[in-house]
């Protein structure tokens, strides 16, 4: 059984680029994560959306994972397919987990805080917001890593902006991003325990795992950043495809 989330928002105004350092702003009325390919965008629930038309400097032909908004031009063919007009795409960076002994302990690099965060797809996918100097072309890089246990698999996620933040640039710009982690590796590595034999001695019957998600944030004081950077967590639940 796939998990996906749909953000249906009507008449509401949101930031994001088409073309190389162009933002723009654009109505939508609905926002998924899935592939798009070919002018044929599939969502993480199977759903296959018909793009009719796209602004220019959209990539609508290039295969790859995106968050896609768009606007709902006709009601589908027997739910099947849908056709719609992209309002614009936000690119995303998969980040291919890695092992480490201390995941759950506190998360470094640049400071950066998670918008929103979902699985769907087999991914986890998160949507995080941080500070940049707009007169320079830092890039940005973001990495994870695991630590399973028996009970419980811990993800930090770590932004390298070469130390561009809110309070280390003069006249910060906001940004976000969409990074989708693959849980597969994940998921393996946390169902499966071996004794001396060799044996498989823990898989979930009902294909669950409890996780928890750590990240560097500023630390705040009735909604005012401070300087100081501190460790945050959140916890879900992910659900195996079956």
Same mark, same amino acid.
């Given at each position: 059984?796939? +998990? ?43 759903? +296959? ?166 990240? +560097? ?26």
């Amino acid at each position: 059984m796939k +998990r996906f989330i749909i953000l249906m928002v009507s008449a509401i105004i949101f930031t994001v680029s088409c073309k190389d350092k162009e933002s723009r702003y654009y109505v939508f009325q609905g926002a998924e994560m899935g592939t798009i390919e070919n002018a044929v965008f599939t969502t993480d629930n199977g759903v +296959r959306l018909i793009v009719k038309s796209a602004p220019d400097g959209c990539d609508i032909n290039t295969k790859r994972r995106v968050m896609l908004y768009y606007i709902l031009e006709t009601e589908g063919q027997q739910n099947i397919y849908y056709d719609i007009s992209v309002s614009a795409i936000a690119e995303t960076a998969l980040v291919e987990p890695q092992p480490s002994e201390n995941a759950e302990e506190t998360a470094e690099g640049d400071p950066m805080d998670i918008v929103q965060g979902w699985f769907s797809g087999g991914y986890l996918n998160v949507q995080v917001m941080y500070y940049v100097d707009p007169e320079k072309e830092t890039p940005q890089t973001f990495s994870a890593n695991y630590t399973c246990k028996k009970s419980l698999s811990s993800i930090a996620i770590r932004r390298d902006g070469q130390g561009e933040g809110y309070f280390s640039v003069e006249n910060p710009d906001e940004c976000h991003s969409f990074i989708c982690i693959p849980m597969k590796r994940i998921w393996d590595d946390f169902c499966v325990f071996l004794n001396e034999g060799g044996d498989v001695i823990y898989i979930p019957e009902d294909r669950t795992m409890p996780v928890s998600l750590n990240w +560097r944030w500023y630390a705040d004081s009735d909604g005012n950043l401070l300087s100081d950077t501190v460790s945050k967590n959140t916890n879900g639940l992910y659900k195996a495809d079956e």
